[in-house]
């Protein structure tokens, strides 16, 4: 019980300081937090003992690159709207953002048909995604999840003492609900669903899926990561978030780093029961870590209508060109339903990565299911040209 209560009282203490960057995720080339991730002897990262990530050992300048196509980043945006009134409201970045904050929150409020108090902000939807982490397995227990999936929320709930028991997806990529309801036991604290998935790109269906969240939620948490759902049509009918109204105990995670561009800007937010956020709101302080602009910036996005259509079509016509290019290649790769797509390589995951970036291409390489994989991100037409001339040079 000691130890409980003093890594308690630590956690507590550590989020409101610097000191909290001790298990904060790092900037590297992996997406994922690097808590509890020590290198293997290559130098890569080896999350489960089917799911491994590539790490070049060459590093180039990011920003000199020709395509930057490794982090599912927005190349148009931000949102005109959202970066016009970034604008006008950085002159007032000494100011705390506290009643715009507050108006921002009513607006997402209103947009998802919950309350003010269902919503909790952050710096991103992994800010989300790592702070439900650090205070769902302060007592320990276990997380379920698919494998592969986004490793955010499993490595900071491991560092913090959880176990994780990885699912993995069906044959056609879909998480597999069945499997993942026998996996919960007496010590699982939460599951984890990221629908569409990421590094996969694939789908679970939504019918399936919300009748696995209204019976499973009551017996343990479920938390959705949404991050993609905007590059779908109707996305607003696909969302788990009408559960949150009708009283289940889901968590929804959105952000506005992908269809609205802002993945630099750092806004984010979770949907909950008033009990989940005012749980997590006893040990975080939801929204701090927002930029008073960046408030702005999100509020006005909201509205940029025109701009949320232009991304999600020329996300579409990118996607739809790379798949055809690919196919005309002979390789089969996973149906996408993101702003990336994934597919199998024949080449050592480092000396791909390797020979990729001295073609001033950013990518990024896994390995599971017996094999290893490209996940390229969307970028504009020209990038995607630079990116397809690079890989067949590469793969010849």
């Not at 997406?31 to 990530?53: C, H, L, M, W």
């Not at 959880?162 to 599951?191: F, Y």
């Not at 968590?251 to 806004?267: D, E, N, P």
Request: glycine share 8%.
């Amino acid at each position: 019980m000691i130890m409980k209560a003093n890594r308690r009282d630590w956690l507590k203490t550590s989020l409101m300081t610097i000191g909290g960057m001790a298990i904060a995720p790092h900037l590297s080339y992996s997406e994922t937090p690097r808590v509890s991730i020590s290198p293997d002897a290559n130098g890569d990262f080896q999350y489960s003992p089917f799911f491994k990530e590539f790490v070049p050992q060459i590093k180039i300048d990011r920003n000199l690159a020709l395509a930057r196509l490794m982090a599912n980043e927005n190349p148009y945006g931000p949102s005109p709207m959202g970066l016009e009134a970034f604008t006008k409201a950085a002159a007032s970045g000494n100011r705390y953002a506290w009643s715009e904050l507050f108006a921002l929150i009513d607006k997402i409020a209103a947009k998802e048909g919950v309350t003010a108090e269902n919503i909790l902000m952050g710096p991103g939807s992994s800010d989300i995604l790592e702070k439900v982490g650090m205070v769902f397995f302060l007592e320990g227990g276990n997380i379920v999840s698919a494998d592969p999936s986004y490793m955010s929320m499993m490595k900071v709930a491991e560092a913090i003492g959880a176990t994780w028991k990885g699912v993995p997806l069906k044959k056609d990529w879909s998480h597999d609900l069945k499997a993942m309801e026998k996996a919960i036991d007496a010590d699982t604290k939460l599951v984890y669903i990221c629908n569409p998935n990421n590094p996969t790109g694939s789908l679970t269906d939504f019918d399936e899926l919300r009748d696995f969240c209204s019976r499973v939620s009551d017996r343990v948490p479920v938390f959705v990561d949404e991050a993609y759902l905007d590059f779908l049509d109707e996305p607003e009918k696909k969302s788990m978030v009408d559960l949150v109204a009708r009283g289940k105990n889901v968590i929804v995670a959105r952000t506005f780093s992908k269809i609205y561009g802002m993945a630099g800007l750092r806004v984010g937010y979770g949907v909950g029961l008033t009990e989940t956020m005012a749980r997590l709101s006893k040990i975080t302080r939801g929204g701090m870590g927002i930029s008073y602009p960046s408030v702005y910036a999100a509020t006005a996005a909201l509205d940029d209508s025109a701009f949320i259509k232009k991304s999600k079509d020329l996300n579409t016509e990118t996607r739809e060109y790379v798949c055809g290019e690919l196919k005309k290649m002979g390789i089969k790769y996973v149906p996408s339903y993101t702003s990336f797509v994934i597919f199998p390589i024949e080449m050592d995951g480092q000396e791909y990565l390797s020979a990729m970036q001295a073609e001033g291409v950013l990518v990024r390489a896994f390995e599971f299911m017996g094999q290893k994989w490209c996940r390229v991100s969307m970028g504009t037409m020209d990038e995607m040209k630079q990116f397809v001339g690079a890989f067949k040079k590469v793969t010849a």
